[in-house]
C-alpha cells in the first residue's frame, strides 16, 4: 500500500490513465494469472477504483469466452480479437457470445459500450497477442493449493478432475508465452504487489 492510501489497485490505474490509448480510443489492462489467484478480485477492485474516478471501465471476464474447460486455447482469441477488440478500435461498441457453462454451449450476447478503460481478466488474456492493444499487463499470482480449493468452493469438488487439467493447460500456456515474465504489475493473491 501506499501512504496515500492508493493501494495496487489505484497505483495500476494510475499507471494505466497515464498511457496513450493503443486500442483506438480504449486504453486496455489485461488481468492475467492463474485460476483462483485472484484476477476477478482485482479486475473489479480497478473497474471500482475507475469508476470513482470518473473513468467509464468495462471488465470483460475471459470465463464468458471459452469455450468450456478446453478453451483457453482455439477460437478464443480470435473470437475476442473480432467481437470485441476490433469494433473498440473503431470506436464501436463490440457485442460478445457468452458461454453459459451449466448449459455446455455458448448462449446469449454480452454488449461491451466503448469504455475509457477496458480491463480484460481471465487465464490468457495477456498472451503475446495483446501486447499491441495492452497499456499494462498484471500478472496475479497465488500458491496452487489455494487456488484449488478456491476453484473447489466455487465450482464445487466434483470439477475437481477438470480443474487439475486446466491447471496443467494453463501452465503450459503462461510458459510457452512468458506470461508472468512479459507483466509490468506482479500481484500475490491478495493483490498486494510484489515487484
Not at 489455494?146 to 477438470?162: F, I, K, N, Q
Amino acid at each position: 500500500m501506499t501512504s496515500s492510501g492508493e493501494g495496487a489497485p489505484g497505483l495500476v490505474l494510475g499507471r494505466a490513465l497515464a498511457a496513450r490509448p493503443r486500442l483506438g480510443p480504449v486504453r486496455v489492462v489485461c488481468v492475467d494469472g492463474p485460476a483462483g489467484s485472484g484476477k476477478t478480485t482485482t479486475a473489479d477492485a480497478l473497474r471500482d477504483r475507475a469508476t470513482a474516478r470518473g473513468v467509464d471501465a468495462v471488465v470483460v471476464h475471459m470465463d464468458d469466452l471459452y469455450d468450456g474447460w478446453t478453451g483457453l486455447e482455439g477460437s478464443l482469441w480470435p473470437r475476442l480479437s473480432a467481437q470485441v477488440l476490433e469494433p473498440l478500435r473503431r470506436g464501436r461498441p463490440g457485442r460478445f457470445q457468452r458461454y453459459d457453462w451449466l448449459a455446455g454451449a455458448f448462449a446469449d450476447w454480452v454488449d461491451v459500450p466503448v469504455p475509457g478503460l477496458l480491463v480484460l481478466e481471465g487465464c490468457g488474456s495477456a498472451r503475446r497477442a495483446a501486447d499491441a492493444v495492452a497499456v499494462l499487463r498484471v500478472w496475479v499470482e497465488a500458491p496452487r493449493d489455494v487456488r484449488l480449493r478456491r476453484g473447489l468452493e466455487r465450482d464445487g469438488v466434483a470439477a475437481r478432475e477438470h480443474w487439475l487439467r486446466w491447471m496443467d493447460d494453463e501452465a503450459a500456456h503462461f510458459a510457452r508465452e512468458r506470461t508472468r515474465e512479459r507483466a509490468d504489475v506482479h500481484l500475490d493473491g491478495f493483490g498486494r504487489m510484489t515487484s
